[in-house]
């Protein structure tokens, strides 16, 4: 009898840590459903990772979250958003791997990083937890082998209703399951924005081309393309000199800032050799080079006054976010310059500043085939 009475007993412990099994193993599945959802449900970047932050606390019970996202302009992570820290006032911080020994780890090891002094390890105190039974983690998001950021989760084991008592091996398992299908999801949605920056480029170039075509003074031409350029690639101002070859000038032959009288005497403004350096630099080395504007609101007349960039140097996306530029494309075909075409922008968003450039080097040589 007490064999048997064991025997069921075993039988029935047995059939409880299966069942309780079966209920983890289900709610791991339900939690990766609702996050692959809510991923095939956005649109855009942001969003994904504002949903992510706030959802994964909620499905996984877990006290708070952040999300950073590699920089590789500027070799950073830079906070993208975050959910349930306190104090921390502002997205968009940047963390540097040589500064942040917990970054530096997560970008060598691509693998979890557990953090002990949010201060030391990520620069990063507002994310520190009170309490000894409390857990900080940094999980990688990769793709193709490739790390594109990270998630940061804080876990707190203060019998608080709605949270996880214990963080384990399998809470862990399921944040990194989360972890990379945001990081799928960024790469899908990063992917669909360049094709359609693709398609605006492929878009603006066409509007050119046939604006060119349609025209057959050279004048009228220069006109259409000046005041189509700020509408269709947002830049400031738009300024077309023509190089004089006998003379050694530089002669304007089309500009638009907004402004008439601006316009007027820039218009009325001839250089020699010597004394517009940009204008100079761009016409010897046949190569786009730029000036970076001290004051946004320097006027067009002004700029010969500026120092210039090396020959072939164009700001980085983090220098166009920074502050105002000018910049010169020369107009040329085969090696023959025929002028140089000055373009002003302020405060350039990074992720557009690689194709505005393409843009304006391709209307560039539309024109230099114009004329």
């Not at 094709?195 to 046939?210: H, K, M, P």
């Not at 920074?322 to 373009?343: D, R």
């Amino acid at each position: 009898m007490t064999a048997t009475f064991a025997s069921y007993a075993s039988s029935a412990i047995q059939n409880a840590r299966l069942y309780a099994s079966a209920q983890e193993q289900a709610w791991v599945s339900t939690v990766l459903l609702q996050v692959a959802e809510a991923c095939q449900a956005l649109n855009t970047v942001d969003d994904l990772l504002q949903t992510m932050t706030r959802l994964t606390p909620l499905l996984v019970g877990i006290k708070n979250c952040a999300i950073f996202l590699f920089d590789t302009s500027r070799q950073a992570f830079v906070l993208k958003s975050s959910y349930g820290i306190e104090n921390l006032v502002k997205d968009d911080l940047v963390f540097y791997p040589s500064e942040a020994p917990g970054f530096q780890q997560l970008s060598l090891t691509q693998a979890p990083v557990f953090v002990q002094d949010a201060r030391s390890e990520l620069l990063l105190p507002e994310a520190t937890l009170p309490g000894d039974n409390s857990t900080l983690v940094l999980v990688p998001l990769v793709t193709r082998q490739e790390i594109i950021g990270g998630m940061l989760v804080g876990h707190q084991n203060d019998n608080t209703p709605g949270f996880r008592q214990f963080f384990d091996q399998q809470t862990l398992a399921i944040i990194q399951g989360i972890a990379h299908q945001t990081a799928v999801a960024v790469e899908n949605i990063q992917l669909l924005e360049v094709r359609q920056e693709e398609a605006y480029v492929t878009a603006v170039l066409l509007q050119v081309a046939q604006a060119v075509v349609s025209q057959n003074n050279l004048n009228d031409i220069l006109d259409t393309i000046g005041r189509l350029m700020p509408i269709l690639v947002g830049i400031d101002a738009c300024i077309i000199y023509l190089w004089d070859r006998d003379h050694n000038k530089h002669e304007p032959a089309q500009a638009f800032t907004g402004q008439r009288i601006q316009e007027q005497q820039v218009m009325d403004t001839v250089f020699d050799v010597g004394e517009f350096p940009l204008l100079d630099q761009v016409i010897s080395s046949d190569a786009p080079t730029s000036c970076r504007l001290p004051d946004p609101d320097l006027p067009p007349q002004e700029w010969h006054t500026l120092p210039c960039q090396e020959a072939g140097e164009m700001p980085t996306p983090a220098q166009s976010a920074n502050g105002a530029w000018v910049l010169g494309f020369p107009l040329s075909v085969k090696g023959e310059v025929y002028g140089v075409m000055l373009t002003k922008e302020t405060h350039i968003t990074p992720s557009f500043h690689e194709k505005r450039l393409e843009i304006i080097s391709g209307v560039a040589q539309q024109v230099s085939l114009a004329i």
